[in-house]
Nanobody, 117 residues
Framework: QVQLVESGGGLVQAGGSLRLSCAAS????????MGWYRRAPGKERELVAV???????NYADSVKGRFTISRDNAKNAVYLQMNSLKPEDTAVYYC???????????WGQGTQVTVSS
């Protein structure tokens, strides 16, 4: 059974920084993509950033230059460094693990990020 445990959310003023962490446990297949998605109130869930096992990355245009995704394969962990936060970044952030070869996808429970103006 795969579990994803997130941490690092909270309340921060605009312009501030937060770092989200997600640790995966269980039967993790090495060829996976890990990432972060978010859902703001009244909006659909959207991709924030993803990173492959080979560390290729992809970012939403709205966070490019402000957010950095990274991973530690030895720890089965993924991180999201968020700088220059804006009120529009306020959302529940979800960790995602995608294993295409096994056609399996897993989600964390979500962590709230609130940016005050």
């Amino acid at each position: 059974q795969v579990q994803l445990v997130e941490s690092g959310g909270g309340l921060v003023q605009a312009g501030g920084s937060l770092r989200l962490s997600c640790a995966a446990s269980g039967n993790i297949f090495v060829l996976n993509t890990m990432g972060w998605y978010r859902r703001a109130p009244g909006k659909e869930r959207e991709l924030v950033a993803v990173i492959t096992g080979g560390s290729s990355t992809n970012y939403a245009d709205s966070v490019k230059g402000r957010f950095t995704i990274s991973r530690d394969n030895a720890k089965n962990a993924v991180y999201l460094q968020m700088n220059s936060l804006k009120p529009e970044d306020t959302a529940v952030y979800y960790c995602n693990l995608d294993i295409p070869l096994l056609r399996r996808e897993y989600w964390g429970q979500g962590t709230q990020v609130t940016v005050s103006s």
